[in-house]
């Protein structure tokens, strides 16, 4: 059992399968994580993030597979036995105990002396200190989720989990916990994997982020580079939102690919699609596009369409144009100055872009 617990180094999974009695949860998925990082996992429900953490923490065994800490393989242990500690969406405190006592339960459990000491110093990591001779039930969903962390932390784990841990929170004490805890993970410098369905989340906090979908990877990366240059229309979809279409692609132009989608000429750089030749999917994140009344003049890169809808929200105006072909653009535009175009339903506007922010990938189901 020292052996587990004592393990250190980087998280792999070497083609890690997980299938239960109906369905496929995992799918021959391969991943390694740098010791001291932050990693979030993303993805729609059923994805396998969370089976992927389950298998991670011991509270699942993979079907075919290894997961190792270092050299160290896990695989078959139980979790008592594993460098891990997991934080969930519901905190689990034990409400009869103070907040210092449910800190300090696990290093007592494991009967180190200085429990209450290394108790409090988890609960100044997490800036609770003041709480300490509070019940659960006198604390806020956000001081609890804050305790959850310092129990968690009190055992220095080799790789602490955290389980959709900010799902129960409102937006604003959301946001504040997603700062708090990147804080909280650059001080302590353990890795923490972090299992999410809420992009903003992911993005904000983790270094890598490993995008999933039906118990596979699709794209792994930086935030910055998954929004944008993603490699799949899922990715598209699910990181932020992109206006895309159908097209094809009918010659080139020096460092660009030149195609036709809806009946617009465009142009793609050729180190921004996955696909050089035939049917593609383009897209544009709708920040990158601009409105205009006059079609522009120039080699492309326009899509004439209607206006549907105007929305001031402050720092942006929100455009959505219907497209000739029946599909809906949207437009985000700063409010840099006070002579905003006044366009109106019913409007007939053109979306202008640059064709290095423009990318390119497969229609799904079609290999290039």
Not at 105 to 134: H, I, N, S, W, Y
Not at 174 to 187: D, S, Y
Not at 281 to 294: D, I, T
Not at 308 to 321: H, Q, R
């Amino acid at each position: 059992m020292a052996g587990f617990r004592g393990a250190q180094g980087n998280l792999r999974l070497e083609n890690v399968t997980k299938e239960f009695t109906d369905f496929l949860a995992v799918d021959d998925l391969s991943l390694e994580v740098p010791r001291g990082s932050f990693f979030a996992l993303l993805g729609p429900s059923g994805c396998g993030k969370t089976t992927t953490l389950r298998m991670v923490a011991g509270l699942e065994q993979p079907t075919t597979g290894r997961v190792f800490i270092g050299d160290t393989d896990l695989t078959g242990s139980r979790p008592y036995e594993r460098p891990v500690n997991t934080v969930f969406q519901s905190y689990a405190l034990f409400p009869h105990l103070t907040i210092r006592e449910n800190v300090a339960f696990g290093p007592k459990r494991r009967k180190q002396k200085d429990a209450l000491k290394l108790a409090d110093e988890a609960l100044e990591l997490v800036q609770m200190t003041q709480f300490a001779g509070r019940k659960p039930a006198q604390l806020s969903g956000g001081q609890q989720q804050r305790v959850a962390c310092a129990r968690a932390l009190v055992n220095h784990p080799e790789v602490l989990l955290l389980d959709e841990p900010l799902g129960a929170l409102d937006l604003k004490l959301r946001r504040e916990m997603q700062v708090e805890l990147k804080r909280i993970q650059t001080e302590v410098g353990l890795t923490f994997v972090h299992v999410t369905h809420d992009q903003e989340e992911a993005m904000t906090m983790a270094d890598t982020v490993a995008v999933m979908n039906q118990g596979r990877i699709e794209q792994m990366g930086p935030p910055e580079v998954l929004y944008d240059l993603p490699k799949t229309k899922f990715v598209a979809n699910f990181v932020g939102q992109s206006n895309m279409g159908e097209g094809k692609i009918t010659g080139t132009d020096g460092d660009f690919l030149v195609a036709e989608v809806y009946g617009s000429t465009v142009r793609i750089r050729k180190d921004r699609t996955t696909v050089q030749s035939g049917n593609l999917v383009f897209g544009v994140r709708p920040e990158k596009v601009k409105v205009s009344r006059n079609k522009p003049e120039g080699i492309g890169n326009d899509v004439r369409g209607i206006v549907k809808d105007v929305s001031f929200i402050g720092v942006a105006t929100s455009y959505l144009l219907e497209m000739p072909s029946g599909t809906t653009w949207s437009v985000y535009e700063q409010n840099l100055d006070l002579d905003r175009i006044d366009l109106k339903p019913g409007d007939e506007a053109w979306m202008i872009w640059d064709a290095g922010h423009a990318f390119g990938v497969e229609i799904e189901g079609e290999q290039s």
